[in-house]
């Protein structure tokens, strides 16, 4: 029987250890075990295993293994490997260990399955090590899919079992990987089942140290609900900002659905004298600039500025103007009050309780305004916003009142990306605005989004997702082109159509429509990490930084990515250690520890990645990320492959 689990041997009947069997017929026979029952050429082996060297020198090695196999083969009388001038392949008369074990552990008794987890046990070819670094990018790979194989059996052997033999194999199993979230719950609830909930308390706190001091994470959220579960939680729980409350149905609480969005109306400094003509014009055409700021956003119906500038000289009038939500009104205060310089005050109210939301007040001065105009302007718009947003969300979570506009909200303030739950979870939202407001452009532009990000993160072929996203983003764009949102998911969705040229463009066009938009300016730089435009990347990113300090995790991601290209390892792992969120990070991290010569650490990061996405292959990989030059690309793909990604 040849051996590839543990230490590689070649076995007799009596299951004694044949001696002579070469390490690189090892490697052969692991290859082919691999995939069972086909045959693979000459030239594929000698390129894999001995492809660091020159074509006749590889040639040469593959033919002395393959003669010291013939060799021992006529010493004992067996037959292992059968080769011909093109091929090799498993002898049919050859067993392999791997055969019977990964078909199943039911039958195993809890101490084979203990003892076949032992590290030294699990290892598919224990102690081998080839010289090229392809094979061992290999080797690390199919280390990596046997250990998750049979982890996998082991764990659902281990559902069988009592209780107490449960405990055992879910010890052994987090003996072999410390980090398994799965394993744990599954070791909390036997021991939990067997009333020992002071060892799940104790060995919950050694888990968390564990994923924060060696990976800088934190378990998942389902985690800790599961253990809490089983313990109950360390503090009473709290409505945490942003959760949405459950509805109590019966008991007089009626949930009813408004379709309007906010609407608003900026009203401009009276002209009462106060202020001299050309303080005046300069302060109504800011006024007029943030009412068209706001305007461009979308999210909100806007009185135009004429009908408030109405309003405003006559306030009699407001009953032509209809329902208003929020009323933003300006007073120009001057030199005749004491002022140096002219002062604008800014103040938000809610019109249905005369309550004020927000108020603030600046120098208007010209040589001021010139040098910061747009700064300022970006500012107050973003500030009214933000009030009005989270005045909206706060009112839902008291009365239960839904409309377009909050469903736009609740999705957008739970949308991750790099996160495929959350991702398919929010597209529910955004299309729950639209089905009460076709109209409602943010909301379409953001459904285009979670389309573009699901394709993504399942890396599949299959481009319907993206030509979905590109539809309904054209369609934003063709009915606001004004609005950046619509140029910005045009961009993603070009981009992963391979179209990266016309993807910069639109990403162009996004930035020029809000030049101070953080998330516009990062989507610029991902953008030119693709066009391969690495430091034009990083300065961008760099100054979506400075606009969103306590930036999310993609700003990490694509900064890092544009380092990791750029041949700063180092910084990149510095720059993915600020995220919050491991998964959009682990790939990338295996990466840059693999390139910087750290394989346990990027076996740690290959594994926890490949638990959440387990189909991932290299190949899939290539034909979906796009990169416009190939040497970029194969640099990337030779990374993936060196940090044990197949």
Not at 321 to 332: K, N
Not at 438 to 458: C, D, H, I
Not at 531 to 556: G, S, T
Request: net charge neutral; proline share 4%.
């Amino acid at each position: 029987m040849l051996q590839l689990l543990g230490a590689p041997a070649v076995l007799n009947a009596e299951g004694d250890v044949l001696s002579g069997f070469p390490s690189g017929g090892f490697l052969v026979a692991a290859y082919l075990a691999r995939k069972p029952g086909t045959s693979a050429s000459r030239v594929e082996l000698q390129n894999l295993f001995w492809g660091d060297v020159a074509t006749a020198k590889s040639q040469m090695n593959l033919r002395q293994t393959l003669s010291l196999v013939r060799k021992f083969e006529q010493s004992h009388g067996i037959r292992v490997l059968q080769s011909d001038s093109k091929t090799v392949r498993l002898a049919d008369a050859a067993t392999v260990d791997l055969v019977r074990l990964l078909g199943g552990l039911e039958d195993f008794g809890a101490d084979e399955i203990v003892d076949l987890l032992k590290m030294d046990n699990a290892t598919f070819l224990h102690g081998l090590s080839p010289r090229s670094a392809r094979a061992q990018g290999w080797l690390e790979a199919e280390r990596n899919a046997v250990q998750m194989h049979l982890a996998g059996l082991a764990l659902k052997a281990a559902q069988h079992k009592s209780d107490s033999d449960q405990i055992r194999i879910h010890s052994a199993l987090l003996a072999a990987d410390p980090y398994v979230e799965e394993v744990f719950c599954a070791y909390a609830s036997a021991l939990a089942r067997q009333g020992d909930r002071a060892t799940i308390a104790i060995e919950w706190e050694h888990f968390c140290a564990r994923l924060w001091n060696d990976l800088n994470i934190e378990p998942a959220t389902e985690t800790s609900k599961h253990v809490e579960e089983l313990i109950g939680p360390r503090v009473q729980p709290q409505l945490r900002e942003g959760a949405m409350p459950r509805h109590i149905t019966g008991m007089g609480q009626v949930d009813r659905i408004d379709l309007h969005r906010p609407r608003l109306m900026v009203l401009p400094p009276p002209e009462d004298g106060t202020a001299r003509p050309a303080e005046l014009y300069v302060v109504r055409s800011f006024v007029e600039d943030v009412v068209d700021s706001l305007a461009t956003l979308r999210s909100f119906d806007v009185v135009a500025p004429h009908s408030a500038r109405k309003v405003a000289q006559a306030p009699d009038l407001s009953e032509r103007i209809g329902h208003v939500d929020f009323v933003v009104s300006c007073r120009l205060a001057g030199k005749h009050e004491g002022l140096a310089a002219p002062e604008l005050t800014i103040r938000l109210t809610e019109q249905a309780t005369g309550r004020v939301m927000f108020a603030d007040r600046f120098s208007v001065s010209a040589e001021l305004l010139s040098r910061r105009y747009r700064d300022v302007l970006k500012a107050t718009a973003n500030a009214l916003v933000s009030e009005i947003e989270r005045d909206q969300l706060s009112q839902f979570r008291t009365t239960g009142v839904a409309n377009a506009y909050l469903y736009f909200l609740m999705a957008k303030d739970k949308f991750r990306p790099y996160d495929l739950r959350s991702v398919r979870a929010t597209r529910r939202g955004f299309q729950k605005a639209l089905n009460l407001d076709q109209g409602f452009m943010p909301a379409k532009s953001l459904l285009a989004r979670t389309l573009t990000e699901e394709w993504f993160l399942l890396a599949r072929t299959d481009k319907t997702r993206l030509t979905e996203s590109l539809e309904l983003a054209n369609q934003v764009v063709d009915e606001a082109p004004l609005f950046a949102g619509g140029h910005w998911e045009r961009a993603s969705s070009l981009l992963y159509l391979g179209d990266i040229d016309a993807a910069v463009t639109s990403a162009e066009k996004a930035r020029d429509l809000a030049p101070h938009e953080a998330d516009l300016l990062r989507t610029h730089a991902d953008m030119l990490v693709h066009a391969c435009e690495f430091r034009r990347a990083r300065d961008e990113i760099d100054r979506a930084m400075q606009l969103n300090p306590l930036a999310p995790d993609d700003y990490h991601w694509i900064k890092a990515t544009a380092q990791f290209l750029s041949g700063d390892n180092a910084g990149a792992l510095d720059s993915l250690r600020l995220s919050a969120d491991w998964r959009a990070t682990a790939r990338l991290r295996a990466v840059c520890h693999a390139l910087m010569g750290d394989r346990q650490k990027a076996r740690k990061w290959r594994q926890r990645y490949l638990r959440e996405y387990p189909d991932f292959q290299v190949s899939d990989w290539q034909s979906v990320v796009p990169m416009k030059s190939p040497e970029v690309r194969e640099y990337y793909t030779d990374a993936l492959r060196l940090a044990g990604f197949v």
